[in-house]
């Protein structure tokens, strides 16, 4: 019943000959690989047309677009191929109308409920560049120069983190038989990388046994005695350690989840017991984890007691500070992360408080031997004493994000990087003022770092609130109108905020709600953006609380 596609070309093309086709499509495809000899205008018209776009949607003032996400996926349902290449107008034209006008305004200054912001300008024409170049950092073969740069880039990160002596970097930064860290694609990727090597490293080869890399996960196990493996963290950590234990054979039951006091950090006491308790029952412990900055509430967990907990048990300390690193780079703040030098291993994402682009994620090692662990050879390339960064590491082929991590360093600096996360704690703190002053509005936590969660309180109830007096009943309709406020204010698109679920104390009993969840990092939000989202939120909220009125 339906043509297929040669059949469809052929009807379009019926009085041409097959020669005259096949020169057409030759010449159309070469000239996208050398338009400034074929057609000059074509690459100035595709620069001139993004920037314009470019231009308007970094201005863009609202933050999301109205659109319902039904219509969304009736504009994407088609499968087809296009036979013939299109003509980059009419492409760009299909684009306009529904990518860029459909997309988020995550450079918004009133979207700040994500981890992804504004990005200062010098990573656009740096983009150009990395693709234009294409180098794959994967092999010395296909990157050279970049591979060197990337060491660098990482060994600059990882002084900030372990502050080693002079000596130390000048042994290792470019000592193929080290490695200070691996640029991988994100957070998820690194703290993966962290924990494979921890096993690795944990379950290696000894007296005859081959190893786990090389023997598995049972007979490792078996050889050394356990009854199973686990890894220990806040009940906070980030989902990206599930994937972790389950890629690692594991399993998802495997992830001891400790609970968080008042202050989202990890509760150490029961941390302690946990320890004590797998160790009784001859679990191994691959890893305990501390989160520096967590992804929920921007609270770090105490890490000078978490590594003193690991030190005492010989256990891995991984440091998963994807969010919270660059609060190293603060004068102001860095004490937070007291207790990071003695991780293992660390994770940070360069796509959140570096402010680079997404697809920057880096591990880091105390001990510049760990990644042995889990090197890999290949004849045709990866080979043995060799610089391909490619050996240890979980990912094959990848971009030469270290120009945007390099660049920021020097671009921004440490001076730079201290300014914007002072700014962005000092707004944070701000907010939170506000929001305290408000009778509208109630702070959950006191922010440790720059998340903030709070919630909205219809009218009758905020005298309730006052007095600390909200029944289970109460905390439903909250929880209720909250998660409407949520969804309609992102509906809207003027602002957003995101949300998260919180555990609160009612009348001593443990209750879940719905908290409103602010990530206070975009350098281009001000107090005044600040107050304009509050004030879209009690607007939203009190014209919520009437129809509910009306609808009971
Ligand atoms: C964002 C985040 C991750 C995951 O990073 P991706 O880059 O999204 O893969 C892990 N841990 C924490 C604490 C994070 O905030």
Same mark, same amino acid.
């Given at each position: 019943?339906?043509?297929?596609?040669?059949?469809?070309?052929?009807?379009?093309?019926?009085?041409?000959?097959?020669?005259?086709?096949?020169?057409?499509?030759?010449?159309?495809?070469?000239?996208?690989?050398?338009?400034?000899?074929?057609?000059?205008?074509?690459?100035?018209?595709?620069?001139?047309?993004?920037?314009?776009?470019?231009?308007?949607?970094?201005?863009?003032?609202?933050?999301?677009?109205?659109?319902?996400?039904?219509?969304?996926?009736?504009?994407?349902?088609?499968?087809?191929?296009?036979?013939?290449?299109?003509?980059?107008?009419?492409?760009?034209?299909?684009?306009?109308?529904?990518?860029?006008?459909?997309?988020?305004?995550?450079?918004?200054?009133?979207?700040?409920?994500?981890?992804?912001?504004?990005?200062?300008?010098?990573?656009?024409?740096?983009?150009?560049?990395?693709?234009?170049?294409?180098?794959?950092?994967?092999?010395?073969?296909?990157?050279?120069?970049?591979?060197?740069?990337?060491?660098?880039?990482?060994?600059?990160?990882?002084?900030?983190?372990?502050?080693?002596?002079?000596?130390?970097?000048?042994?290792?930064?470019?000592?193929?038989?080290?490695?200070?860290?691996?640029?991988?694609?994100?957070?998820?990727?690194?703290?993966?990388?962290?924990?494979?090597?921890?096993?690795?490293?944990?379950?290696?080869?000894?007296?005859?046994?081959?190893?786990?890399?090389?023997?598995?996960?049972?007979?490792?196990?078996?050889?050394?005695?356990?009854?199973?493996?686990?890894?220990?963290?806040?009940?906070?950590?980030?989902?990206?350690?599930?994937?972790?234990?389950?890629?690692?054979?594991?399993?998802?039951?495997?992830?001891?989840?400790?609970?968080?006091?008042?202050?989202?950090?990890?509760?150490?006491?029961?941390?302690?017991?946990?320890?004590?308790?797998?160790?009784?029952?001859?679990?191994?412990?691959?890893?305990?984890?501390?989160?520096?900055?967590?992804?929920?509430?921007?609270?770090?967990?105490?890490?000078?007691?978490?590594?003193?907990?690991?030190?005492?048990?010989?256990?891995?300390?991984?440091?998963?500070?994807?969010?919270?690193?660059?609060?190293?780079?603060?004068?102001?703040?860095?004490?937070?992360?007291?207790?990071?030098?003695?991780?293992?291993?660390?994770?940070?994402?360069?796509?959140?408080?570096?402010?680079?682009?997404?697809?920057?994620?880096?591990?880091?090692?105390?001990?510049?031997?760990?990644?042995?662990?889990?090197?890999?050879?290949?004849?045709?390339?990866?080979?043995?004493?060799?610089?391909?960064?490619?050996?240890?590491?979980?990912?094959?082929?990848?971009?030469?994000?270290?120009?945007?991590?390099?660049?920021?360093?020097?671009?921004?600096?440490?001076?730079?990087? %201290?300014?914007? !996360? +002072?700014?962005?704690?000092?707004?944070?703190?701000?907010?939170?003022?506000? &929001? =305290?002053?408000? @009778?509208? /509005?109630?702070?959950?936590?006191?922010?440790?770092?720059?998340?903030?969660?709070?919630?909205?309180?219809?009218?009758?109830?905020?005298?309730?609130?006052?007095?600390?007096?909200?029944?289970?009943?109460?905390?439903?309709?909250?929880?209720?109108?909250?998660?409407?406020?949520?969804?309609?204010?992102?509906?809207?698109?003027?602002?957003?905020?995101?949300?998260?679920?919180?555990?609160?104390?009612?009348?001593?009993?443990?209750?879940?709600?719905?908290?409103?969840?602010?990530?206070?990092?975009?350098?281009?939000?001000? %107090?005044?953006? !600040? +107050?304009?989202?509050?004030?879209?939120?009690?607007?939203?909220?009190?014209? &919520? =609380?009437?129809? @509910?009125? /009306?609808?009971?």
């Amino acid at each position: 019943m339906q043509l297929n596609n040669q059949e469809i070309s052929k009807k379009n093309i019926f009085s041409k000959t097959e020669e005259e086709l096949q020169y057409k499509i030759a010449d159309k495809v070469m000239q996208l690989f050398f338009p400034s000899i074929h057609e000059p205008e074509l690459a100035e018209n595709m620069d001139l047309q993004i920037a314009n776009i470019v231009y308007d949607f970094l201005n863009a003032s609202n933050a999301n677009t109205n659109i319902d996400l039904n219509s969304l996926i009736q504009k994407f349902s088609d499968s087809q191929v296009p036979i013939e290449p299109s003509s980059f107008e009419s492409y760009f034209k299909y684009l306009t109308n529904n990518i860029i006008t459909h997309s988020i305004h995550t450079s918004s200054p009133r979207f700040i409920g994500h981890m992804t912001s504004a990005l200062p300008y010098f990573v656009q024409p740096l983009a150009k560049l990395m693709t234009a170049m294409n180098q794959n950092a994967v092999k010395i073969e296909t990157a050279k120069a970049l591979s060197f740069y990337e060491r660098q880039a990482l060994s600059m990160m990882h002084r900030q983190i372990y502050s080693f002596s002079d000596n130390f970097y000048a042994q290792h930064i470019q000592n193929n038989q080290s490695t200070l860290g691996i640029l991988v694609s994100g957070g998820t990727i690194a703290n993966i990388t962290a924990l494979w090597c921890a096993r690795n490293t944990s379950l290696g080869p000894k007296n005859g046994f081959g190893g786990i890399e090389k023997e598995g996960l049972a007979l490792a196990l078996n050889f050394y005695g356990y009854k199973g493996a686990v890894v220990i963290g806040s009940e906070l950590m980030h989902f990206s350690f599930d994937k972790a234990v389950d890629l690692m054979g594991i399993g998802t039951q495997g992830l001891i989840k400790i609970p968080v006091d008042s202050n989202n950090r990890v509760n150490i006491q029961v941390l302690r017991q946990a320890v004590a308790k797998c160790r009784n029952q001859n679990l191994h412990i691959i890893a305990i984890i501390g989160v520096a900055g967590t992804t929920d509430s921007g609270s770090v967990d105490p890490l000078l007691e978490i590594a003193e907990i690991a030190h005492e048990n010989n256990v891995h300390f991984h440091v998963d500070a994807a969010w919270g690193g660059p609060i190293i780079f603060s004068k102001k703040y860095r004490h937070k992360l007291a207790g990071i030098k003695q991780a293992d291993s660390v994770t940070i994402d360069g796509h959140k408080q570096l402010y680079l682009p997404m697809g920057i994620g880096m591990v880091f090692f105390r001990d510049p031997h760990l990644a042995s662990s889990i090197e890999k050879e290949a004849s045709y390339t990866m080979r043995k004493g060799s610089f391909d960064l490619g050996k240890r590491a979980l990912e094959g082929s990848r971009p030469g994000m270290s120009l945007f991590l390099h660049a920021g360093l020097n671009l921004i600096g440490l001076k730079g990087y %201290e300014f914007l !996360i +002072d700014e962005s704690i000092r707004k944070t703190q701000y907010m939170a003022t506000r &929001i =305290s002053a408000m @009778s509208e /509005f109630e702070l959950l936590v006191k922010p440790d770092t720059n998340l903030l969660t709070y919630r909205y309180i219809p009218e009758p109830l905020r005298e309730v609130v006052a007095k600390k007096q909200l029944t289970k009943t109460d905390n439903l309709l909250i929880t209720q109108l909250n998660e409407n406020l949520q969804k309609m204010q992102r509906q809207i698109g003027r602002t957003f905020i995101s949300r998260t679920t919180k555990t609160i104390t009612s009348f001593d009993e443990k209750i879940s709600v719905v908290a409103l969840r602010a990530v206070i990092a975009n350098p281009l939000t001000t %107090e005044e953006d !600040i +107050d304009a989202v509050l004030n879209d939120q009690i607007q939203i909220g009190s014209e &919520i =609380s009437m129809l @509910s009125f /009306f609808a009971n």
